[in-house]
């Protein structure tokens, strides 16, 4: 292992961006699960040379668990199939999917050490992707992996245990959660 020191959480900005209906409960239930498939979508306006303004439409409710440090699944009620990630319809029956809330731990599954990346990512190279495994979810969740020297990839980390972290400043990207070795 190398001494340098090694990423564990992502540099927190004050740069921010303009939000318009995010209503998020205070409190998860299943009661309150169910009623995140009501929730007006989140409208978001971001400065990209000129103001775009979008819609998440239905995985609205998915980046306002983010936001609220909440990491959120779809499944389908009649055969149980559970995604790690936003899904409006079971990808089997076409039944619409309902939320639930995944764990915030889980297993490293499969990771790469990405050399390159896009614009945004560029200036981070090397970094982790890792797909999670979680318990109870039949899809897998692709995120960043902290806290591991890329410059020291191991198939060791197969298996290793995980725990979500999230930005404390969202910029409602699925780069708001990210995981690192479980202390």
């Known amino acids: 292992m190398s001494d340098k020191k090694v990423l564990r959480k992502i540099e927190e900005t004050d740069d921010g961006t303009i939000l318009f209906n995010v209503p998020f409960p205070t409190e998860l239930n299943e009661k309150s699960l169910a009623d995140l498939n009501n929730m007006a979508p989140i409208i978001m306006k971001q400065p990209y040379q000129i103001d775009y303004i979008h819609s998440y439409g239905q995985d609205s409710p998915w980046f306002a668990g983010l936001m609220n440090k909440h990491l959120l699944g ?23 999917t309902e939320w639930v809330e995944l764990p915030k731990e889980g297993k490293i599954h499969a990771f790469t050490v990405c050399h390159y990346g896009s614009e945004e990512f560029l200036p981070e190279t090397p970094f982790i992707l890792a797909m999670i495994k979680f318990k109870g979810v039949d899809t897998l969740l692709l995120t960043r992996l902290l806290g591991l020297d890329p410059d020291d990839a191991s198939l060791d980390w197969i298996g290793m245990e995980v725990e979500a972290k999230f930005r404390r400043l969202s910029k409602l990207k699925p780069t708001d959660v990210y995981f690192v070795p479980k202390e």
């Not at 779809?74 to 619409?96: C, F, I, N, V």
């Open 74 to 96: 779809s499944s389908d009620a009649e055969s149980g199939y559970t995604y790690a990630l936003p899904r409006g319809h079971d990808m089997y029956s076409g039944d619409q």
